[in-house]
């Protein structure tokens, strides 16, 4: 993520996300999570700030306002080449506010577990924590997933907000590493790998991304649609699909057995969140709202008339954890692989995503649906060693490490 922040002409502008009485918020990529900068005063003549001197004294600078409006300022940089601003912050250390140059300038944050951690500067070089403002009421992005539902034979769509603590480590073919929000369409179909299931295309903020691999083909919808009929409301439904009481989450499905499409308003009883679904002809769209510990009663409206309406699903998990089984049985020094053990404790097919912490080694295990509900599987350790984790949707769900003392 990266808050932006441009040089130009001899001036810099930066980005605002909005205004305290003692401090301006810069927006992180996508706006769920705002940085803080304390600052004394600002209108339309000055930004007062508090910087560091070089002896880690502090200072109040005046830096004349060239322009203001909601979403940015512009003040003039009167420093040297190479210099800066150094802005304190809360927890010891400083930022380093870019004061020159005329290529576009941005503030780098890595988000680690889901919390943003900005880079600032202190005596050793490193990371100290800085004053963070985080609304929970805005959307980082607005994920569309376009997918092929092969238990249905149809396509559907997932709609999801993404916020930052839903990143998570990605590792990347070059050894790098990001982070990103991962999804596994055979995992929010709860079915296992190689059911048919495919994801077709993600639209970020109204841009369409499609699947570039094999498994993006369009499948054939059958038969056009009547794009032009009437919408039957009684082939409108809202059915509840599961919940997650840990990321206080419940999910939903409409489903619109029309032949055109229709978009939806939903709302959650007792709260004011509210938001639209757009479902295309015979088809389902999935999304989620937030539901303390799953609770969570579910209308939706068309034209101001409710359809429908549903509490949440909350004897199914959407995330497996409380009955899930997983540990570390042996290591092979000869094979140098360490065997795993998991038991999924549900009445249903399941794959879970696992990764290697040693080695980035990643791959699935799919618990059958049979007596055992459970399945063995290995990974490399050429070191004897091997901590394992299991993820589901994204989420870690179990970990287990082997101990290299114990051979199979």
């Not at 350790?381 to 870690?396: I, R, S």
């Amino acid at each position: 993520m990266e808050v932006p922040i441009t040089a130009k002409d001899g001036s810099l502008t930066i980005s605002l996300a909005g205004t305290t009485d003692n401090a301006i918020l810069l927006p992180t990529e996508g706006g769920n999570t705002y940085l803080a900068i304390p600052t004394l005063r600002l209108d339309e003549d000055y930004l007062e700030l508090v910087v560091q001197n070089d002896d880690d004294s502090t200072r109040s600078i005046k830096i004349p306002v060239e322009g203001k409006t909601e979403d940015a300022i512009t003040v003039p940089y009167k420093l040297k080449d190479g210099s800066y601003y150094k802005i304190p912050l809360e927890g010891g250390g400083y930022m380093k506010l870019p004061a020159v140059g005329k290529k576009a300038k941005s503030i780098k944050i890595p988000v680690d577990d889901g919390m943003a951690t900005f880079p600032v500067h202190d005596d050793e070089g490193g990371f100290v924590p800085a004053q963070l403002v985080r609304r929970t009421d805005d959307y980082l992005k607005r994920i569309r997933v376009r997918t092929y539902n092969a238990t249905r034979g149809r396509i559907e769509t997932v709609q999801k907000t993404v916020t930052a603590d839903d990143l998570r480590v990605y590792q990347k073919p070059d050894g790098s590493t990001a982070y990103a929000w991962t999804f596994n369409v055979f995992q929010f179909y709860d079915s296992p790998l190689g059911d048919g299931d495919k994801i077709l295309s993600v639209t970020a903020n109204g841009k369409t991304f499609d699947n570039p691999n094999d498994c993006g083909s369009k499948p054939s919808k059958g038969h056009d649609y009547d794009k032009d009929g009437k919408v039957d409301l009684g082939k409108v439904s809202l059915i509840p699909v599961c919940v997650d009481a840990e990321t206080d989450m419940a999910r939903f499905r409409v489903e619109n057995g029309n032949e055109k499409p229709i978009t939806v308003v939903y709302g959650v009883d007792d709260t004011s969140i509210t938001g639209q679904v757009t479902v295309k002809p015979k088809s389902t769209t999935y999304f989620e709202v937030p539901a303390p510990d799953g609770e969570a009663l579910v209308g939706i409206f068309y034209d101001g008339e409710q359809i429908d309406a549903a509490r949440s699903a909350t004897e199914t998990a959407c995330i497996p954890r409380d009955r899930l089984g997983f540990d570390a049985r042996c290591y092979d020094p000869d094979a140098k692989k360490a065997r795993f053990y998991v038991r999924s404790g549900a009445h249903a097919e399941k794959t879970f995503v696992y990764r290697v912490a040693e080695t980035g080694e990643t791959g699935t295990v799919t618990i059958p649906d049979d007596l055992t509900n459970a399945e063995v599987f290995w990974v490399t350790a050429p070191d004897g060693e091997a901590t394992v984790t299991l993820y589901y949707e994204g989420h870690p769900v179990a970990t287990a490490t082997v101990d290299p003392k114990e051979h199979c």
